[in-house]
């Protein structure tokens, strides 16, 4: 009996059999990111569709929208800066707390992080550090190439973005040669993970002064940029072509606005459009909300007054309804985003379940979980 058990296990072991291409995709679109990431190393055959273009449209369409928290701590005795990230369930408008989930902690080599923080579908740009909050692993971003003209390191200005084209990560970096004028700059490109592990320099026939930080839609990075010519306007990096163009034109009233002393301003995606959210006045509670389009100079969307308290930053358009979220640009005491219902004309403040512990935190919205395999540094 126990001979006849084993060849019959081992006539099963040698029999194969065969799901189809859409099964095994429905399959692994319901498993979590980490699980998915595994799999990955399972065969060719998961990984390329895993890799898929569909089956990543796939999992953006299936997830829910969620936030992705992010707490900041420094330590006094030896300087190095920890982060811990948490998600959100998925997001609830009628409930008064949002639960949190636990991803994972970094702790980040001195010099290394910066206080400026960027996401772009599922990773995190800080500094040199691109990590994957999800699984917890970073990587340092390589050294620019040396020029004879560089200027120091630290006027270098990143960029980070996604192209969805070719499922890439990549980081744009622009620095003055230190001549003055900004028909010197460099332009030099990463991409995540391409090998070997180096900045690329690209041409950019438009001579520009960065003006802000970006925003990456659809493949695209955005920022506010001066020409040489003394034209303010909205640049337009091409991630998968990796071509610069002037996409639209700021107008007197966004310009007056925008070089105001008090004013504060965040670039947000409205509808997948480019937008500033612009606060004329800390002291007056309420912000102007301009549009671009392409080729076209920006238009005043709408004026929102009676905020429910100063300092206020403007994060994204949620739905296609146009709620509103917004996030205190400074509290210690409590983690709380507000929700606007555009519908209702009112503000909704929304806890989240996160103990602060008198350290800063940060706020995403839409985050979706990579599976990008960011090995450690």
Not at 148 to 167: C, E, H, K, Q
Not at 270 to 297: C, N, R, T, W
Request: hydrophobic letters at 40%.
């Amino acid at each position: 009996m126990i001979r006849r058990s084993l060849r019959l296990c081992n006539k099963r072991r040698r029999t194969y059999v065969l799901l189809p291409l859409d099964l095994q995709i429905e399959i692994l679109s319901r498993l979590p990111s980490k699980s998915v990431v595994r799999f990955m190393l399972v065969s060719k055959s998961w990984q390329e569709i895993i890799l898929s273009k569909s089956f990543i449209r796939l999992r953006s369409l299936t997830q829910p929208q969620r936030f992705l928290l992010a707490l900041h701590d420094e330590d006094d005795q030896t300087g190095r800066v920890s982060c811990s990230f948490f998600s959100s369930s998925s997001l609830s408008l009628s409930s008064p707390t949002i639960s949190t989930t636990f991803l994972s902690r970094i702790t980040f080599p001195l010099r290394r992080a910066s206080n400026t923080s960027c996401y772009v579908n599922g990773l995190i740009n800080m500094g040199e550090i691109i990590c994957n909050p999800c699984t917890g692993k970073t990587i340092s971003l390589p050294k620019l190439v040396k020029t004879t003209a560089a200027s120091r390191p630290r006027l270098a200005i990143r960029f980070f973005g996604y192209d969805p084209v070719d499922n890439q990560y990549k980081v744009l970096c622009i620095t003055p040669k230190g001549h003055g004028t900004p028909r010197f700059n460099h332009y030099q490109i990463f991409t995540l993970g391409a090998k070997p592990k180096i900045w690329r320099f690209i041409d950019c026939g438009i001579p520009h002064s960065i003006l802000c930080n970006g925003l990456c839609i659809d493949g695209s990075v955005y920022y506010f940029a001066a020409t040489d010519t003394g034209m303010m306007c909205l640049v337009r990096f091409d991630l998968n072509s990796e071509k610069f163009n002037i996409y639209a034109r700021v107008s007197e009233e966004l310009k007056a606005l925008y070089f105001h002393n008090n004013s504060s301003r965040a670039l947000i995606n409205y509808h997948g459009k480019v937008a500033i959210a612009v606060q004329p006045f800390h002291s007056v509670p309420s912000i102007d909300l301009f549009v671009f389009e392409a080729g076209k100079q920006d238009y005043k969307e709408k004026s929102l007054h009676n905020l429910p308290q100063l300092r206020l930053r403007m994060k994204c358009v949620i739905n296609h309804m146009g709620d509103i979220i917004f996030e205190p640009s400074c509290s210690r005491s409590e983690a709380s985003v507000f929700h606007h219902d555009v519908k209702g004309a009112s503000f909704t403040k929304m806890k989240l379940d996160l103990d602060v512990n008198q350290g800063r935190f940060s706020c995403f919205v839409g985050y979706v979980e990579s599976r990008m395999l960011i090995k450690a540094r």
